[in-house]
């Protein structure tokens, strides 16, 4: 691993550092990939500190993705206190070559070099890259981002999942009217995330009277398999819903044309109550704009570290 770079991928909720390189037949090559929880660290650095020292490389390489914008050299995280600079990484770790980035520019570089077996096919079609190509998906927060087309392509970071929540049913609107005695302005992000999914369930249990009995994310996930008629169930297939919507109206908003890409840990975990939702048709009811989404495809990426490999290719295959 003579030639591996250090790349990493840091969320809100956790951080997955690991080597990469390239093979001999062009490919990206991932190694030693490791998950830590954010909260266990008081900076970037610290964590980077602590996965090093159990490795026997030291990368004069890296490139790191984060889930916050960036400006100039620096990437400020949504979630979390986090700051990071592409200049004190290179002073601390002595890097000739560093580069941070968005998660979701990241994200959407990954995707396109997944193969097509990495993707399940949520809408009909080939996801065209010579259109712009919309790139999402819930995890701690709400990622989203544009692929322009071009030689090379451009992807464009953007903060949309903070775009104002627009209930599109009956029980949406009781959950809006409901979080905004908990919070000034509930964006999508706040509703279609990890927490968001936490905080779409306790609002529902109290609309309808009934005990929170579920604590985490994953534990909503589990009570809504288990249990078709329970409020996880409700609160799962609202999100799928939310999500739909939010997937149409980027397919608008950004002009892709080309295709939606849905990513995030969130969306593997309810992919498979996407059918059962009005995910679809959130997606393609659009009033007069129906014409334009009819035949955009929409994918779901199912391979893991996509983000790693988006990060890694911004170095190795410069």
């Known amino acids: 691993m003579s030639n591996a770079i250090l ?27 490791e998950r830590f929880s954010v909260k266990d660290f008081p900076d970037f650095n610290t964590a980077v500190k602590f996965y090093l020292e159990n490795q026997s490389v030291k990368p004069t390489k890296a490139a790191f993705a984060f889930a916050g914008p960036k400006f100039d050299d620096e990437i400020k995280m949504t979630n979390i206190d986090w700051i990071v600079s592409e200049n004190d990484l290179r002073r601390t770790f002595g890097f000739e070559t560093v580069v941070v980035l968005n998660d979701f520019v990241a994200m959407a570089n990954g995707a396109t070099v997944v193969p097509d077996d990495g993707f399940d096919i949520l809408m009909p079609g080939k996801v065209n890259y010579n259109k712009p190509v919309a790139v999402l998906g819930p995890g701690t927060g709400l990622g989203i981002s544009l692929i322009v087309p071009g030689n090379p392509l451009r992807i464009l970071p953007t903060e949309g999942g903070h775009v104002s929540f627009s209930p599109q049913s009956d029980l949406e609107r009781e959950v809006l009217l409901h979080q905004l005695k908990e919070m000034p302005y509930v964006s999508v992000e706040s509703l279609v995330s ?125």
């Not at 790349?7 to 001999?24: I, K, P, Q």
């Not at 009934?210 to 078709?228: G, T, W």
């Open 194 to 318: 990890g927490p968001g999914l936490l905080r779409l369930y306790k609002a529902i249990c109290s609309i309808r009277g009934e005990d929170c009995l579920c604590r985490k994310p994953d534990e909503i996930v589990a009570s809504a398999e288990a249990n078709p008629k329970s409020v996880s169930r409700l609160a799962v297939i609202t999100f799928c819903n939310i999500l739909g919507g939010f997937a149409g109206n980027a397919a608008l908003t950004m002009g892709a044309s080309g295709g939606i890409v849905v990513g995030g840990g969130v969306s593997r975990h309810v992919s498979p109550f996407l059918d059962e939702s009005e995910f679809k048709t959130r997606f393609r009811e659009r009033g007069h704009g129906s014409w334009f989404v009819k035949e955009i495809p929409v994918r779901l990426i199912k391979a893991h570290f996509v983000a790693l490999y988006g990060a890694a290719a911004m170095v190795l295959k410069k």
């Open 7 to 33: 790349v990493g991928d840091v969320g809100g909720t956790n951080c997955r550092f690991a080597f990469a390189e390239l093979s001999a037949q062009g490919t990206i090559d991932l190694h030693h990939s």
